[in-house]
């Protein structure tokens, strides 16, 4: 982790929508956030536009142990794709001397298009978490729903099948959550 960042409470913006609270357990094998593990959390929205509401596609908390068995099924080309993409669209960006003292600052356009996540149709909110802190340095960050397909094109069609065999071995993992992650697979944790 990075040596300049912040810890603040779990903001809204990261509870799950049916508890209304902060995660406690990782979404894919069930383990507890206690301690100083870190963890990742991602939520997906979409703003219907004739009311403007914002409603959640999907949202998940991954322990370190998960999203590395998530790296270790990607193929050695899309790494070294996505790493390439994302420290030059995404990471590169970043002033890290100065993290902001207010996370929503950071959730307010996607550092690899520039767009404004408040004229978006579908956005994500991406965070890293230690216990019941988010950690504020790189994350957390928002992200134009672009990307997302833009990072699909990126993954080998092994790494493509690797994620659909990996969905299939986690246990607890909500169906609705499973069948989307086989079509809009998360690649950002």
Known sequence: MNQNYKLQD???????????????????????????????????FKVIAASGQRVTLYEYAICTSCSIKKMEAMSEESVKNIKMYMQDHV?????????????????????????????????????QFVGDKMVVGTFPMAI?????ETMQEL????????????????????PELRELFKSKRPVMV
């Open 10 to 44: 779990v903001p809204a913006e990261f509870f799950q929508d049916a508890e209304g609270a902060a995660f406690t357990n990782c979404t894919f094998c069930g383990n507890h956030f206690g301690g100083q593990d870190p963890y990742m959390i991602e939520k997906a």
């Open 91 to 127: 990471f590169g960006g970043f002033d890290e001397d100065e993290p902001s003292d207010d996370y929503r600052d950071k959730l307010i356009e996607c550092p690899a298009t520039g767009n404004r996540i408040e004229g978006l149709e579908e956005y994500n909110y991406v965070g």
């Open 144 to 148: 134009d729903a672009s990307l997302g």
């Open 155 to 174: 993954l080998s069609d092994s790494t493509k099948k690797e994620f659909d065999d990996f969905m299939d071995t986690i246990t607890g993992v909500p």
